[in-house]
């Protein structure tokens, strides 16, 4: 079981959730213009969880970068607090160690390297990484490598996580046990979250709120609201209920 860990002092002020007002995201390519987003609008209040999930290529990437402010919409509105994207890929550099990896982001809010393992240390431990601080990716797991990545995301002191897909290259028993560690940390260091997911079971295990958006160009046809405390259980009668609903409003028939 994971312990509370050191709270991680992040500026709080102003507005710590997410609003996404009918957003409009368009790309020029070689072939043309792409339409990502036509009038794509989402809420994720401060301390929820959102999921987001819909047909591959309808623009749900692009919804987290928009919400990051690494794109800007075409049109439409976009109001979130200072976010961290959490990409599919871990990104881990393959030459640091894994405290250093976690304490990228300590480094880039100005700590030094003692100063960034000091910090990094005791959320390594809670987050079941002890004895493998000075391991390198290559001799880490797929799941801990996750955890190493998702640890980073968390130290940059951001209100809003924007996760893409963190846990797709898992194989099925390391990602069961991957959400429920993640649904497990979120409880103890609660941030605002959106979650994209191609998973829907996932995503009705983890969220509060599960977004179904339609195929390009994308915007929300459904939400879906999980009133169920945590922890849940994949089995419970609700959840599949849920997950059916989830699938009916993506088009898909049992």
Do not use: Y
């Not at 312990?3 to 709080?12: F, H, I, N, S, W």
């Not at 940390?185 to 509060?208: F, N, P, Q, Y």
């Amino acid at each position: 079981m994971i312990e509370a860990p050191v709270k991680e002092p992040r500026d709080l002020s102003g507005p710590t959730g997410v609003q996404v007002e009918v957003v409009s995201r368009t790309f020029v390519t070689k072939r043309g213009e792409v339409k990502a987003l036509d009038g794509m609008s989402l809420r994720a209040p401060q301390g929820a969880v959102v999921a987001v999930v819909g047909p591959s290529g309808c623009g749900k990437s692009t919804l987290l970068e928009l919400i990051c402010g690494l794109q800007s919409p075409d049109a439409g509105t976009v109001t979130a607090a200072p976010a961290v994207l959490m990409p599919q890929r871990d990104l881990l550099l393959p030459w640091l160690s894994a405290i250093d990896n976690a304490g990228l982001a300590l480094r880039a809010r100005g700590l030094g390297r003692d100063e960034a393992r000091a910090h990094a240390a005791p959320w390594l431990e809670r987050f079941g990484l002890a004895g493998f601080e000075r391991t390198r990716p290559a001799e880490l797991s797929g799941g801990m490598r996750q955890r190493v990545s998702f640890l980073r995301s968390l130290l940059a002191g951001k209100p809003v996580l924007a996760l893409d897909e963190p846990f797709a290259a898992l194989d099925a028993i390391t990602r069961a046990e991957m959400q429920a560690w993640l649904a497990h940390v979120l409880e103890i260091e609660s941030r605002t979250v959106v979650l994209v997911t191609h998973d829907v079971e996932e995503a009705v295990m983890l969220g509060d709120r599960v977004v179904v958006m339609s195929p390009r160009p994308g915007k929300a046809v459904a939400e879906i609201e999980v009133e169920l405390q945590r922890p849940r259980r994949r089995t419970d009668p609700a959840i599949v209920a849920l997950r059916e609903r989830t699938l009916e409003a993506l088009g898909v028939r049992a």
